[in-house]
């Protein structure tokens, strides 16, 4: 967040940020973040008082992925994102455990994803913190990419919304099917310099095996599309 693209982010109109972070530890947060907490947090108030003088509706939150280490963390975040008069709410999932995240993860990474206790517990110190509580019904009530692609489609079309409405480009401008794909390289439709008709048109392609009952291979482990198949074989009702 330098000063010249702070101005650059306001003046693309940009709906919401979120800023990841684990923990409010400088030496913990390094240690899964690879920065350091004192830049991030300046970069933060520098983008929070230009937004106020500008009078921009940037909206600027926190996206938090929670640790095994890091449950007792999420209470020192609250207080954080309050400290920096932050206004985008705060998003809170533990470390992801699908397949198609884990097969990239390191031994300490696997050891990291949080258990039942774990998620008994975050829940617990969410429930008591009103600063979180707030924070997250803040996300929960703005309109978001997110929350129109998963609006629209329906439990009862029991299909894919990614494969449907949605398209993700890689840091490298490939076109893939979602979010979920670690590996752009592998499991793409194309690059988005490529004819757009031509991406969409494999896009539907996967989404007609799904509903077909045939999981894609860039689709394998993923709990979406397992679901669908689940809820697609006779006698079965989610």
């Known amino acids: 967040f330098t000063a010249e693209n702070i101005d650059r982010i306001i003046a693309a109109n940009i709906h ?6 684990e923990s409010t530890d400088e030496a913990e ?11 991030v947090i300046s970069g933060i108030t520098n983008l929070v008082e230009r937004k106020i003088a500008l009078k921009s509706t940037l909206k600027v939150g926190f996206a938090v992925t929670v640790l095994k280490q890091t449950v007792q963390q999420i209470n020192a975040i609250g207080d954080l994102y309050k400290q920096l008069h932050m206004d985008g709410g705060i998003s809170i999932q533990p470390l992801q455990s699908m397949d198609c995240y884990t097969q990239f993860y390191s031994r ?4 990291s994803i949080p258990n039942g206790d774990d998620r008994i517990a975050l829940n617990k110190l969410i429930a008591t913190d009103d600063t979180l509580k707030y924070a997250l019904k803040t996300y929960q009530s703005h309109k978001n990419f997110y929350t129109d692609l998963f609006t629209s489609v329906s439990p009862q079309q029991n299909v894919c919304a990614w494969l449907e409405n949605g398209l993700y480009i890689s840091a490298e401008g490939i076109a893939t099917s979602c979010f979920f794909m670690k590996d752009a390289r592998k499991n793409n439709y194309a690059p988005l310099a490529d004819n757009l008709a031509e991406i969409l048109g494999r896009r539907a392609g996967l989404s007609k095996s799904l509903k077909e009952n045939i999981i894609p291979a860039q689709c394998q482990g993923c709990g979406i599309a397992h679901n669908i198949q689940r809820r697609a074989k006779p006698g079965i009702t989610s």
């Open 16 to 21: 919401t940020i979120l800023i990841s972070i």
């Open 29 to 39: 947060f390094q240690l899964i973040r690879g920065g350091k907490l004192p830049r």
């Open 108 to 111: 300490d990474m696997r050891q």
